[in-house]
């Protein structure tokens, strides 16, 4: 079993920057065997791929609508962020971190259906 919890969302200007965490925790978990991603869903709308890293951390990938302004990492603490630069009202959403482990070692994972564990989200407002 995996835990993740999110922080550092709240309210910034548009303009603004932002970085989310992620803490990844289990009774029995090896960080290093999970790729991570990050997904967003504002109200109304379904839930979307955001930022993807894989097991090994090579290897990112992005939603066309956040390329070039936000950027996702991950460090050997079990935690995985996300920095937002640069950051426009339609960024409006909750954000959710997500795991999964049935990946290779250097693949990214771009859907929903393919994330195992799930965070509770935390809620970023951007405010024009």
């Known amino acids: 079993q995996v835990q993740l919890e999110e922080s550092g969302g709240g309210l910034v200007q548009a303009g603004g920057s932002r970085r989310l965490s992620c803490a990844a925790s289990?009774?029995?978990?090896?960080?290093?065997?999970?790729?991570m991603g990050w997904f967003r869903q504002a109200p109304g709308k379904e839930r979307e791929f955001v930022a993807g890293?894989?097991?090994?951390?090579?290897?990112r990938d992005y939603a066309d609508s956040v390329k070039g302004r936000f950027t996702i990492s991950r460090d050997n603490a079990k935690t995985v962020y996300l920095q937002m630069n640069n950051l426009k009202p339609e960024d409006t959403a909750v954000y959710h971190c997500?795991?999964?482990?049935?990946?290779?070692?250097?693949?990214?994972?771009?859907?929903?259906?393919?994330?195992?564990?799930w965070g509770q989200g935390t809620q970023v407002t951007v405010s024009s």
């Open positions: 997500a795991a999964t482990a049935v990946v290779a070692y250097a693949t990214v994972a771009v859907t929903s259906k393919e994330y195992n564990y």
């Open positions: 289990g009774r029995i978990f090896t960080f290093s065997n999970y790729a």
């Open positions: 890293i894989s097991r090994s951390g090579g290897s």
